[in-house]
């Protein structure tokens, strides 16, 4: 019976456990050294970015949808956000002599990744195109537009202000704490609302499950689908405006391959690629399990090629649990 009960809070708690053991191995390794607060600090701020953009796949594939489209989505949405915080004076800037208010760059990188999950719902829901068929040619398009905007140009030489946005922290100097963990913190609750306590949430999670069954009870799928396609593409902007902010800067290999670290961390994460299961919760502890997997690695000074291998491995790793135990429910 203590058996079951054991394999019962495993098998629940599998992603908390991995994570709780990945922190103990940690820190045995270095010798507490990589635990300390200024090291947690500076994972936070690694993926406070692919937080965002995780929570976004993570609603997508609960509605056993997919999206390829992220990197280049949030590399267009940083090079839309910085063009619009230049120094006025820079001489090559995209804008050259004109001066925007704080509000323009954060809104037109945000709106920017809203325009590209609304095509990208469009042609899920309604042009009944395969997610993965639909966000490929997204993720191309996205390419082509970003390089068309910046003439493939660094956008560099940003506003002091802007810069403010991701790059700051605040409390005692013993303990720092960044805006961008303040950031991922309000917006995973916004998200867990949404998925937990709205009718709309609900309904992501059984078009996830059988969308014809969601269909015949009354639920919208078309329209929902589009919902969340959106609401992805708008954390893909927000995503966008904190990277140009943190980096100072935009260029054509901005986020490049943050669809992988992202679709791989909500997976780890408990979300199901069978559609209808995972939570926020799951999700974040999914971004700081891998995270703390390429810190732990770079901390010991493992070579960064091996955590292209790690990634690739973990996922299908992952992915062969969740098809195993999605196999057993049936």
């Known amino acids: 019976m203590q058996n079951i009960k054991i394999k019962g809070f495993l098998s629940k708690y599998t992603t908390f456990v991995t994570f709780v053991f990945l922190i103990f191995v940690l ?14 600090k500076t994972l936070i701020i690694a993926e406070a970015v692919r937080a965002l953009a995780s929570l976004g796949v993570g609603m997508i594939i609960i509605t056993k949808g997919i999206d390829l489209s992220i990197g280049y989505v949030v590399c267009l949405t940083a090079s839309v956000a910085a063009s619009f915080a230049q120094i006025p004076g820079y001489e090559t800037a995209i804008y050259h002599g004109h001066s925007f208010h704080l509000v323009v760059p954060v809104l037109a990188g945000i709106l920017a990744g ?10 899920v829901a309604y042009g009944k195109l395969p997610p993965f068929i639909a966000t490929l040619g997204t993720m191309s398009i996205a390419r ?18 802007f ?21 991922v ?47 992805a593409g708008l954390l893909y902007g927000a995503a966008g405006v904190l990277l140009a902010s943190r980096l100072a800067l935009a260029n054509a290999l901005t986020a ?5 670290d992202a679709i791989a ?32 690695m770079s901390f010991l000074a493992i070579n960064s090629f091996y955590q292209y291998l790690v990634k690739g491995a973990i996922i299908i790793i992952a992915v062969f649990f969740d098809m195993k135990k999605y196999a057993k429910r049936a």
Request: with cysteine.
């Open 27 to 40: 820190a045995v390794l270095t010798g507490g050294r990589a635990l300390t607060w200024d090291s947690v």
């Open 114 to 123: 809203g325009l590209f999950g609304l095509f990208n719902g469009v042609l």
């Open 144 to 161: 082509g537009v970003q390089l068309l905007y910046t003439n493939a140009a660094i956008v560099s030489s940003l506003t002091p202000e």
């Open 163 to 183: 810069k403010t946005i991701a790059q700051k922290s605040f409390g005692p100097a013993s303990f720092q704490i960044p805006y961008l963990g303040v950031y």
């Open 185 to 231: 913190v309000i917006i995973t609750f916004i998200i867990w609302v949404l998925l937990r306590h709205t009718k709309q949430g609900t309904n992501f999670y059984a078009i996830g499950g059988n969308a014809q069954a969601a269909r015949v009870s009354g639920i919208n799928v078309e329209r929902d689908l589009l919902c969340v396609y959106f609401y």
């Open 256 to 260: 490049n391959g943050m669809e992988l």
């Open 265 to 296: 961390a909500v997976t780890v994460g408990g979300v199901s690629q069978n559609g209808g299961v995972g939570t926020v919760w799951g999700m974040i502890i999914g971004i700081f399990t891998m995270g703390l997997i390429n810190y732990g």
